[in-house]
C-alpha cells in the first residue's frame, strides 16, 4: 500500500476517508495488516505529506490511532492528550490539518477505561493535572442518569461520561472554530466522535454528531 499523494487525497471525500478508518479498525480487529512497506514509504512522505484524516485521541498507551485503524506513515495527522480534551492549540492542528493539508475527516476519539475520565469523576487534583481533567467536567455535570455511585468505581457512569466527553468536544470544535465550522458545513470535511472500546479493539462512530 502507497502513501496517499495529492492527487488520491483530493479524490477522497468525507464520507470515503470515514469508510477507509472502518476497514481499516476491522483489520485490526480481526488482526489482519495491509501490506506496507513503511520505509518506501518514508521516501514516499519526504517531499510532502497528503493525510485524509485527523484524529484526536487520548495519550493512553492502548490507544494509538494509526494501529487500531491500521494506517501507515503518511495517512492521518495524529493529535493526543488525556482525555481527547480541546484546547486552542489543538483546534489549530486540526484548521491546518484541513484547511492547509487537506484533510477530509476530524474524529475525536475517546475510549473506554480512560484514566482521565476515571480522575475526573474522583475529582483528583494534582499539579498540572487538575487544570486539565477540569476540562472533562462539562461531561460529568451532563451526566445525569446516576444519582448514586457517581464517581470511577461505577463502570456505566464513566461510559456515559466518556460519551458525553466525546460529544461535547464535537460540539465544541464547531463552536469555537469558524474555519472547521464552515468548512463542515460546506460538506468540505466531517466532524464526527468515536469510541473505542479497549476491550474488543473495535470502534463505534457517532455518526449523527
Given at each position: 500500500?502507497?502513501?496517499?499523494?495529492?492527487?488520491?487525497?483530493?479524490?477522497?471525500?468525507?464520507?470515503?476517508?470515514?469508510?477507509?478508518?472502518?476497514?481499516?479498525?476491522?483489520?485490526?480487529?480481526?488482526?489482519?495488516?495491509?501490506?506496507?512497506?513503511?520505509?518506501?514509504?518514508?521516501?514516499?512522505?519526504?517531499?510532502?505529506?497528503?493525510p485524509f484524516a485527523?484524529?484526536?485521541?487520548?495519550?493512553?498507551?492502548?490507544?494509538?490511532?494509526?494501529?487500531?485503524?491500521?494506517?501507515?506513515?503518511?495517512?492521518?495527522?495524529?493529535?493526543?492528550?488525556?482525555?481527547?480534551?480541546?484546547?486552542?492549540?489543538i483546534l489549530g492542528?486540526?484548521?491546518?490539518?484541513?484547511?492547509?493539508?487537506?484533510?477530509?475527516?476530524?474524529?475525536?476519539?475517546?475510549?473506554?477505561?480512560?484514566?482521565?475520565?476515571?480522575?475526573?469523576?474522583?475529582n483528583v487534583t494534582?499539579?498540572?493535572?487538575?487544570?486539565?481533567?477540569?476540562?472533562?467536567?462539562?461531561?460529568?455535570?451532563?451526566?445525569?442518569?446516576?444519582?448514586?455511585?457517581?464517581?470511577?468505581?461505577?463502570?456505566?457512569?464513566?461510559?456515559?461520561?466518556?460519551?458525553?466527553?466525546?460529544?461535547?468536544?464535537?460540539?465544541?470544535?464547531?463552536?469555537?472554530?469558524?474555519?472547521?465550522?464552515?468548512?463542515?458545513?460546506?460538506?468540505?470535511?466531517?466532524?464526527?466522535?468515536?469510541?473505542?472500546?479497549?476491550?474488543?479493539?473495535?470502534?463505534?462512530?457517532?455518526?449523527?454528531?
Open positions: 500500500m502507497r502513501a496517499h499523494t495529492k492527487e488520491t487525497q483530493n479524490g477522497i471525500t468525507p464520507e470515503l476517508a470515514l469508510e477507509i478508518l472502518k476497514e481499516g479498525n476491522k483489520r485490526f480487529v480481526n488482526n489482519i495488516k495491509a501490506h506496507r512497506n513503511l520505509l518506501e514509504q518514508v521516501n514516499e512522505t519526504s517531499d510532502g505529506q497528503f485527523a484524529i484526536l485521541s487520548c495519550i493512553d498507551s492502548r490507544t494509538s490511532a494509526e494501529l487500531i485503524f491500521d494506517q501507515g506513515l503518511g495517512d492521518i495527522f495524529s493529535i493526543r492528550i488525556a482525555g481527547n480534551i480541546l484546547n486552542e492549540d492542528s486540526m484548521e491546518f490539518a484541513c484547511k492547509i493539508a487537506g484533510s477530509k475527516l476530524v474524529v475525536v476519539l475517546g475510549h473506554t477505561k480512560c484514566g482521565a475520565i476515571e480522575g475526573a469523576c474522583n494534582m499539579g498540572n493535572i487538575t487544570a486539565l481533567l477540569q476540562k472533562i467536567q462539562p461531561a460529568i455535570d451532563q451526566e445525569t442518569q446516576t444519582a448514586t455511585e457517581r464517581d470511577g468505581t461505577n463502570k456505566l457512569f464513566l461510559r456515559n461520561v466518556t460519551k458525553n466527553n466525546i460529544s461535547i468536544t464535537v460540539q465544541k470544535i464547531q463552536e469555537q472554530s469558524e474555519i472547521l465550522r464552515t468548512m463542515n458545513q460546506a460538506q468540505q470535511i466531517k466532524i464526527i466522535g468515536g469510541l473505542h472500546d479497549i476491550d474488543s479493539g473495535q470502534v463505534i462512530f457517532f455518526e449523527e454528531n
